[in-house]
């Protein structure tokens, strides 16, 4: 399979240790905050996505007891060809630079998948209520 054809991307990254690092437009999020830029919402649904699902793996790896490895992963939106004006797939690449062979691979992302709050919300549908609050 070929990587998509990025609208919009976002990417996580896990060192090993420490907390998840997010990027956007190939910088890191801190910076680009620091310097006042302005990202789209989108933009910051795919750093939530990007970072749980980062998130979710480095817990599925401690839970399978798998040796720590670094871990990027970008989170990549393609728009729905058709309105309503939504993502029509969001493809999560994943890349693990250490010992975690390929055999061990797809249960790590089964689990991760399970843990992922944002993916699991975003593949649910849910239901979003609008309400106004007094000035």
Request: with cysteine; glycine share 10%; net charge neutral.
């Amino acid at each position: 399979m070929s990587a998509p054809t990025p609208g919009w991307s976002a990417e996580a990254r896990w060192r090993g240790e420490g907390p998840v690092e997010l990027a956007c437009r190939g910088e890191p999020l801190a910076a680009l905050v620091a310097a006042g830029v302005v990202l789209t919402p989108v933009e910051y649904l795919l750093l939530g996505a990007a970072g749980c699902f980062a998130m979710s793996l480095e817990g599925a790896r401690r839970a399978q007891g798998l040796s720590a490895a670094a871990l990027v992963v970008t989170a990549i939106g393609t728009k729905a060809p058709v309105a309503p004006s939504q993502l029509g797939t969001l493809h999560l690449i994943v890349r693990i630079d250490g010992p975690i062979d390929a055999a061990a691979f797809p249960a790590l992302v089964a689990r991760a998948k399970d843990l992922c709050t944002v993916t699991n919300t975003l593949g649910a549908t849910p239901t979003v209520e609008v309400h106004r609050t007094a000035a």
